[in-house]
């Protein structure tokens, strides 16, 4: 039965690996930056109201880069085309970015380089989003709850920077 799966859908190949991939990728980027509850810098912050308990992002973020990863792959099983070429450049620009926020924001503690980044992401997710949409429809309806929780991440972001006016340390200066 599985294996039927796999014949039927040559994304679901991909998807197997490209998830694992993003999760680890993901936990790596977490795991070196010492992000959320437990790293003595952020937890000296003061947070606003609204702030989700540290457990959330451990469940939050395995699920939108497992939702990330069935999304790409079913834009990478497409035939090459500008268009799947264009959509995945995007992709992997922002993913880079993802993978950078938590060691600019938690390690180095650049609360608005951090902003910035992921002011970007949202930018380059969305047009991501559009793009996959536009490809294969399944896939761009994959990354919404990604951008939404992307938006709800760079208020958290913002609103930190306000209440803690002077914890950041700018990387440039």
């Known amino acids: 039965m599985v294996d039927d799966a796999l014949q039927a ?8 690996v490209a998830v694992l991939v993003f999760e680890m990728l993901g936990w790596a980027s977490g795991y070196l930056s010492q992000s959320g509850y437990g790293n003595s810098w952020f937890d000296a912050l003061q947070k606003p109201s ?10 939050v973020w395995p699920i939108l880069y497992a939702m990330l990863g069935v999304a790409v792959a079913m834009i990478i099983a497409l035939p090459p085309s500008p ?6 450049t995007l992709f992997g620009i922002q993913m ?9 924001f938690f390690a180095l503690h ?4 951090a902003k910035y980044i ?5 930018v380059l997710s969305a047009i991501a989003a559009g793009q996959f949409f536009r490809l294969r429809p399944p896939a761009g309806v994959l990354m919404i709850p ?3 929780w992307l938006v709800f991440a760079t208020t958290l ?3 930190i920077g306000t209440l803690n006016p002077g914890a950041s340390q700018p990387l440039f200066g």
């Open 96 to 104: 880079a970015l993802n993978f950078a926020w938590s060691p600019v």
């Open 110 to 113: 650049d609360i608005e380089l």
């Open 9 to 16: 859908r040559p994304w679901v190949r991909i998807a197997l």
């Open 118 to 122: 992921i002011i970007m992401m949202v």
């Open 50 to 59: 609204f702030m989700p308990p540290g457990w959330l992002f451990g469940v």
């Open 146 to 148: 990604y951008l939404a």
């Open 157 to 159: 972001n913002t609103v």
């Open 83 to 88: 268009k799947r070429t264009g959509a995945l």
